[in-house]
């Protein structure tokens, strides 16, 4: 057999097996320490932006536009696992002067350091066929599947700390991103804020063209969309925290990650939609409708790894009174604080939903869901 083929046959029996064992590790390692890794991430944030801020003091800066987490390659193979975070104006890459401090993410890294130690152990057994120059290779194209996991943990715990005092100390545009991505390579917008001033009619009839891919990741917070046909539209991972939605019309949506919280949705129809880590809390939603959303948390499929599981739905504190949840799948959501007096859930899967202990006298659950749901102090 040709070398070609020999690592052909080793990336295809081997690499591919051995990821997913370790993607599940780190999956379930994830999943079970969110909170402790968030208060973790939330610390180094406070770091990172004393640091920046100091320096913007320091160079007389102006007001930064982008911080960027990029993970360093050429760190990686020497086992250290940092992410360079740069304080950039509205130039972004062009910006020659950046601000700069780093993080370290070996708690995600770990599982794909031993990953790569035991395809370097098991690759002895070819006899010489697969070099450590092979393995470099397979390390540096085998990293990205570990990387996501540092941004699905920058999306779950930036929402609660983007009022911390450092952050606010710093000097900022109107208009701000935070990216996690590759060093001069992609990214991926994990937090956005834009306080330039924005006409509510304009964007409320500009989301009702319902156009392709215009809407991700985009800011429309604190507007009002109230009465809007947005029906099958796709705002995944956009951020509407103190928008009023009330008797929109969002059925048959793609919500995944998008930011509701301390919004206005009374009476809004989201039946059907697509709501995974979608962030509800502190939100007004008395009667509204989300019968049949597909919202569970973790892995779809542990027998094919394509992204890192879904963090739960999360309605924490929101007010729910009078809500549809027939037939949602909601497995993981957390319901904590949250007012589920006469919420209608026929047919939800709960399993592993977190609510307040006190809501059991109020809320009523078939046998199978008060026994699935986690009752919270």
């Keep these: 057999m040709q070398t070609q083929e020999i690592l052909q046959h080793f990336y295809e029996t081997e690499v591919e097996k051995r990821r997913l064992n370790y993607l599940l590790a780190l999956e379930d390692y994830f999943q079970a320490s969110k909170d402790s890794l968030a208060e973790d991430f939330r610390k180094a944030f406070q770091r990172i932006c004393q640091q920046l801020q100091q320096q913007q003091e ?88 570990f990387h996501q996991y540092v941004i699905s943990l920058a999306r779950y715990a930036l929402p609660a700390i983007m009022r911390c005092a450092e952050y606010m100390s710093l000097n900022r545009e ?63 991972y956009g951020f509407f925290q103190q928008t009023n939605l009330k008797r929109s019309q969002l059925q048959e949506s793609l919500l995944i990650g998008a930011n509701f919280s301390e919004s206005i949705l009374l009476n809004a129809d989201l039946s059907f939609s697509t709501i995974h880590e979608a962030n509800f809390s502190h939100s007004q939603m008395q009667g509204v409708n989300l019968q049949h959303v597909q919202g569970a948390s973790g892995l779809q499929n542990r027998e094919s790894w394509e992204i890192p599981g879904y963090l739960p739905v999360n309605f924490t504190g929101a007010n729910l009174e009078g809500a549809n949840f027939e037939l949602a799948d909601l497995r993981g959501a957390c319901f904590i604080g949250a007012n589920v007096n006469n919420v209608n859930f026929t047919g939800a899967n709960l399993a592993n939903a977190m609510f307040s202990k006190e809501a059991q006298e109020h809320v009523t659950l078939d046998p199978i869901q008060g026994a699935s749901i986690i009752w919270k102090e």
Excluded: C
């Design 58 to 145: 320091q160079q007389k800066k102006g007001p930064i536009a982008h911080i960027t987490f990029s993970l360093l390659r050429t760190a990686l193979l020497e086992k250290k696992y940092i992410y360079l975070v740069e304080g950039t104006d509205e130039e972004w890459f062009f910006d020659m002067q950046p601000i700069l401090a780093t993080y370290d993410a070996t708690w995600a890294f770990r599982f794909f350091e031993q990953f790569i130690d035991e395809l370097t152990v098991y690759s002895k057994t070819f006899a010489g066929a697969i070099t450590l120059a092979d393995i470099e290779s397979i390390k540096l194209n085998e990293v990205n599947y």
């Design 174 to 236: 109107l208009q701000l991103e935070i990216r996690i991505g590759e060093y001069l390579d992609v990214n991926e917008v994990v937090y956005s804020e834009d306080f330039t001033a924005k006409d509510s009619d304009e964007i409320k009839a500009w989301l009702e063209q319902k156009l392709e891919d215009e809407y991700p990741y985009e800011v429309f917070s604190k507007l009002n969309l109230s009465s809007g046909n947005y029906e099958g539209i796709d705002i995944r």
